[in-house]
């Protein structure tokens, strides 16, 4: 049978508080129980997410698996004790640490990129990986590199970009491609913009390639639209809601698109950057460090950042 999260973790909470109940002695530090009642690993996939449950003596309280769905996390873990949560960055995480901050838990993001332990395991698997996170974030929420998860209106916002980015993406693809099947059969195509390419190749296509290439060309020019509409709803976007993209934006060569992209990329919490240096390291703009005895390496930047 399942066993009940909720039951497991109290009756473990219960035993620490009693441990944890040391009398006050004159001119001796008491450590102070900590603010949740145990810690949990989330191996979160795209159906089903894994949990391992540890009480505050790191020992394994239960495990198990939900659905990767809202209301099956909230019967999981709404209404219980405070616990340290542990999952990492990916496609579910942002919502899924909004619900549990929203529930009472403390949620710890981990960056995959410092979590090796996971990724490059030989016994990687679901359960597995649930058991590590919680191990990890037992021991210390350091070592997980706790990344900060954008807020809902700022992941929103940036979904606009990145839509904008795919339509662009893939209407290269398709002009290279176009390109390169004419290319096959020895003519080319007139130079020109990606703006006037479709008219353009609608007028140089061969006969033979016409049956084949006028959808794609019909393709292109419908997400040349598509991609100015975008263009406009990032300018409206950026003007109305992200004043301080204006002072951005009078940088030579600096337009609405990579001005908004800038301020939702660092809006979170522009606080935490002390010094002006340290949004470039975010970024991924800094050298790659790789330091040995009197070694010291000049390397490339690490592009660690948000693309």
Same mark, same amino acid.
């Given at each position: 049978?399942?066993?009940?999260?909720? @039951?497991?973790?109290?009756?473990?909470?219960?035993?620490v508080?009693?441990?944890a109940?040391?009398?006050?002695?004159?001119?001796?530090?008491?450590?102070?129980?900590?603010? +949740?009642? &145990?810690?949990?690993?989330?191996?979160?996939?795209d159906?089903q997410?894994h +949990?391992?449950?540890?009480d505050?003596? *790191?020992?394994?309280?239960?495990?198990? &698996?939900?659905?990767? #769905?809202e209301?099956?996390?909230?019967?999981?873990?709404?209404g219980?004790?405070?616990?340290?949560? !542990?999952?990492?960055?990916?496609?579910?995480?942002?919502?899924?640490?909004?619900?549990? =901050?929203?529930?009472?838990?403390?949620?710890?993001v981990?960056?995959? /990129?410092n979590? @090796?332990?996971i990724?490059?395991?030989?016994?990687?698997?679901?359960?597995?990986? !649930?058991r590590?996170?919680?191990?990890?974030a037992?021991v210390? $929420? %350091?070592l997980?590199?706790?990344i900060?998860?954008?807020?809902?209106k700022?992941?929103?916002?940036?979904?606009?970009?990145r &839509? @904008?980015?795919v !339509?662009?993406?893939?209407?290269?693809k398709i002009v290279?491609?176009v390109?390169?099947?004419?290319?096959?059969t020895?003519? /080319?195509?007139?130079?020109?913009?990606?703006?006037?390419?479709?008219?353009k &190749?609608?007028?140089?296509?061969?006969?033979?390639?016409?049956?084949?290439?006028? $959808?794609?060309?019909?393709v292109?020019?419908?997400l040349?639209r598509?991609?100015?509409l +975008? %263009?406009? =709803?990032?300018t #409206?976007?950026?003007?109305t809601?992200y004043?301080?993209?204006?002072?951005?934006?009078?940088?030579?060569?600096?337009g609405?698109?990579?001005?908004?992209a800038?301020?939702?990329?660092?809006?979170?919490?522009?606080?935490r950057?002390q010094?002006?240096r340290?949004v470039?390291? +975010?970024i991924?703009?800094r050298p790659?460090?790789? %330091?040995? *005895?009197?070694? !010291?390496?000049?390397?490339?930047i690490?592009k660690?950042?948000?693309?």
């Open positions: 049978m399942k066993k009940n999260i909720s @039951r497991s973790v109290e009756m473990k909470a219960t035993a508080e009693r441990k109940g040391v009398r006050n002695a004159p001119g001796r530090t008491v450590r102070q129980p900590p603010d +949740y009642q &145990a810690v949990v690993g989330l191996d979160v996939g159906r997410t +949990y391992c449950v540890l505050l003596d *790191g020992e394994l309280a239960v495990e198990g &698996a939900v659905a990767t #769905k209301a099956s996390l909230r019967v999981q873990f709404e219980k004790a405070r616990m340290r949560i !542990a999952l990492e960055a990916g496609t579910h995480s942002p919502w899924i640490s909004r619900l549990l =901050l929203e529930l009472g838990h403390d949620v710890i981990a960056n995959p /990129r979590v @090796r332990m990724s490059a395991s030989d016994s990687k698997n679901d359960p597995a990986d !649930a590590l996170l919680a191990r990890l037992h210390g $929420p %350091e997980l590199s706790p900060q998860q954008r807020s809902e700022t992941q929103v916002d940036l979904a606009l970009v &839509a @904008r980015d !339509a662009v993406q893939s209407r290269t290279n491609a390109r390169g099947i004419v290319k096959s020895g003519l /080319r195509l007139p130079s020109s913009s990606t703006l006037t390419f479709a008219r &190749a609608k007028d140089a296509c061969p006969k033979v390639l016409r049956s084949a290439l006028l $959808p794609l060309l019909r292109i020019e419908e040349t598509e991609i100015e +975008y %263009e406009k =709803l990032v #409206k976007k950026a003007d809601e004043p301080e993209t204006k002072a951005i934006r009078t940088i030579y060569g600096v609405p698109l990579t001005a908004l800038f301020v939702l990329v660092l809006n979170n919490d522009r606080g950057f010094r002006s340290d470039g390291c +975010y991924g703009l790659k460090q790789r %330091e040995s *005895g009197q070694r !010291a390496p000049q390397l490339g690490t660690a950042g948000d693309p």
